[in-house]
């Protein structure tokens, strides 16, 4: 069974940056697009960015300019760089892959921006 696993989150003062990975444990074959998401308490889960296998990265407004989604396809890997952080950003933030078959979801990292 794949899993996806997420590590770079942790605590960081507003202005700072956090690099977040996330890698399967297996090869997921016919991957179409890989992403981000997060989930602030009380609010519903939501799109922060995603990449296609060409290449082509989509964002949510609020990260615009200050986050870059990034993808390894021969390693099943995506990332995200997030800069200038702000205290709105703290959430859960969560790994996505849809493949052909079916989505996969990591289990979550959570990110801090607080002094």
């Known amino acids: 069974q794949v899993q996806l696993v997420e590590s770079g989150g942790g605590l960081v003062q507003p202005g700072g940056s956090l690099r977040l990975s996330c890698a399967a444990s297996?090869?997921?074959?016919?991957?179409?697009?890989m992403g981000w998401y997060r989930q602030a308490p009380g609010k519903q889960r939501e799109l922060v960015a995603d990449?296609?296998?060409?290449?082509?990265?989509n964002y949510a407004d609020s990260v615009k300019g200050r986050f870059t989604i990034s993808r390894d396809n021969a390693k099943n890997t995506v990332y995200l760089q997030m800069n200038t952080l702000k205290p709105e950003d703290t959430a859960v933030y969560y790994c996505?892959?849809?493949?052909?078959?079916?989505?996969?979801w990591g289990q979550g990292t959570q990110v801090t921006v607080s002094s």
């Open positions: 996505n892959i849809n493949s052909l078959a079916r989505q996969y």
């Open positions: 297996r090869s997921i074959f016919n991957i179409v697009d």
């Open positions: 990449i296609t296998r060409g290449g082509s990265a």
